[in-house]
């Protein structure tokens, strides 16, 4: 029995040790790439988070941050294929001379719902459409992708993101971090952490991570002005909708696991500030911080979101009747659980300030 402990913790010490060896590698890599890249080249005069959503209930959350009218339209021309990132991707063109970057893989339905959510929320998304079957036209010398498409071009389950003109992107060594950016301590920011445990994104890797690729972007968008202003998004929403934690526990796109952790979502408050039962790459600069009156304000926009207009959503993103029922009651079980703990937390604190004289 001594042996079989003594072997049980030599293994269990070794898996510890190779992988902090792992994370310290990508660490020291990350930030040899961000120490020799040049500065980062921005030409905006103002910076913005978020935006006012206006009135979410009468959002059409079907359509997404693109509409209804902005829809991908066959036929789909291929242009390249794209070798870097987890999942097999190309670029199209469609019938409107849009280009797309259409990717497959397991990611694709938790990025077509979480950039309708986050949307509505208020914060900056890519465009992006759930396209359930298509074909396109003169794919050829793919290497990836071969898994996607047939020999005639036809497709099942892609995601269509809108390559929009005239935007100057900033990825990777010129993104931003979660701890040193223009809104830190900001409701804005705040927000957008609480929408990132709310979807249950573990992937929140930024500019620090970026060896591994950061999930922060900075695009520039040209105002009426002629000037530019900096949006900060998150562009990488492919690891939500699932059982958030460590390498080994976390998933993706599974309603039951989701819908389980519900629970966990909020645990309580500590004074002025939420706790959260959310993990995931970087836990406490997403997870501690957020005040009481940063989730009251979040709620103020998104708590008026209805049940049914995240069932829209999960549908259009390609979720089943069964992922469709799972999904829009956890989310919406969700936002009820953060309100009673804003409101519990806020009715604590008058209780308990000092009267006044």
């Known amino acids: ?194 929408v990132v445990m709310w979807l249950s994104n573990w992937d929140a890797k930024d500019v620090r991570d970026v060896a591994r690729g950061s999930n922060t972007a900075i695009f520039e968008y040209p105002l009426a002005s002629g000037l530019r202003e900096a949006r900060y998004l998150i562009i990488d929403w492919g690891g939500a909708f699932g059982r958030w934690g460590t390498v080994v526990s976390r998933g993706r796109w599974d309603c039951h696991a989701f819908a389980v952790e519900s629970e966990a979502f909020v645990s309580g408050s500590d004074g002025e500030f939420l706790q959260f039962g959310y993990t995931g790459q970087r836990t406490s600069d997403i997870a501690e911080g957020i005040r009481v009156s940063d989730a009251r304000w979040l709620l103020d926009r998104l708590g008026g979101l209805s049940e049914a207009q995240i069932a829209d959503a999960v549908r259009a993103s390609g979720g089943n009747h069964e992922e469709v029922t799972v999904f829009s009651r956890a989310l919406r079980v969700r936002l009820d659980r953060l309100t009673v703990a804003a409101t519990q937390a806020a009715e604590r604190r008058t209780i308990d300030a000092p009267a006044m004289p």
């Open 1 to 194: 029995m001594d042996e079989v402990l003594r072997i049980t913790v030599w293994i269990l010490g070794g898996v510890l040790a190779g992988t902090l060896a792992v994370f310290g590698f990508w660490r020291a890599r990350s930030i040899i790439r961000v120490w020799r890249a040049p500065k980062r080249p921005l030409h905006s005069v103002q910076a913005t988070i978020w935006r006012d959503p206006g009135v979410v209930s009468r959002l059409d959350l079907a359509a997404g941050p693109g509409g209804d009218a902005g829809r991908p339209t066959p036929p789909f021309t291929f242009l390249e294929e794209h070798l870097t990132g987890s999942q097999p991707c190309v670029s199209v063109r469609d019938g409107r001379g849009l280009v797309w970057r259409v990717k497959w893989g397991h990611e694709v339905n938790a990025e077509a719902l979480a950039t309708r959510l986050a949307w509505a929320a208020g914060y900056f998304v890519e465009v992006t459409y759930y396209v359930a079957e298509g074909h396109v036209v003169g794919a050829s010398q793919l290497q990836r992708a071969t898994t996607c498409l047939d020999q005639q071009g036809r497709f099942r389950d892609g995601r269509f993101e809108l390559e929009e003109q005239g935007v100057v992107k900033h990825f990777d060594e010129h993104s931003w971090a979660w701890h040193d950016n223009p809104f830190v301590g900001t409701r804005e920011l705040n927000g957008l952490k609480i």
